[in-house]
């Protein structure tokens, strides 16, 4: 059975840091491309970062590039996406999703239909 779990989210006074967790089952991280979504109330979805399968290729939006950072454990089956100076706007739902296949042939990172699992997401809420 195929399973993706966020783990720690939380509520993080704004310049501070969170680290999520999306550990995955029923598939391996050479296979599958991991990316990191979020939704804010009244907004769209909005694709934050993603790590491509076999080769670990890094992307991310451009409002989290230099303050993001996402990485993964294969032994643990498990990606992470390491938040600093988190900002209010940064606050949403963050969901983790496996795309079969590297990142890298896509164009359009965050695609979201493209995506072929969802976890259940982790709400991340900055106060200012």
């Known amino acids: 059975e195929v399973q993706l779990v966020e783990f720690g989210g939380g509520l993080v006074q704004a310049g501070g840091s969170l680290r999520l967790s999306c550990a995955v089952s029923?598939?391996?991280?050479?296979?599958?491309?991991i990316s990191w979504f979020r939704q804010a109330p009244g907004k769209e979805r909005e694709g934050v970062s993603g790590?491509?399968?076999?080769?670990?290729?890094?992307y991310y939006t451009d409002s989290v590039t230099g303050r993001f950072t996402i990485s993964r454990d294969n032994a643990k089956n498990t990606v992470y996406l390491q938040m600093n100076r988190l900002k209010p706007e940064d606050t949403a739902v963050y969901y983790c999703?496996?795309?079969?296949?590297?990142?890298?042939?896509?164009?359009?990172?965050?695609?979201?239909?493209?995506?072929?699992?969802w976890g259940q997401g982790t709400q991340v809420t900055v106060s200012s």
């Open positions: 029923g598939f391996t991280l050479d296979d599958y491309s």
């Open positions: 790590i491509s399968s076999m080769d670990g290729s890094t």
């Open positions: 999703a496996a795309l079969r296949g590297a990142l890298n042939y896509y164009s359009d990172k965050f695609i979201f239909y493209e995506y072929e699992y």
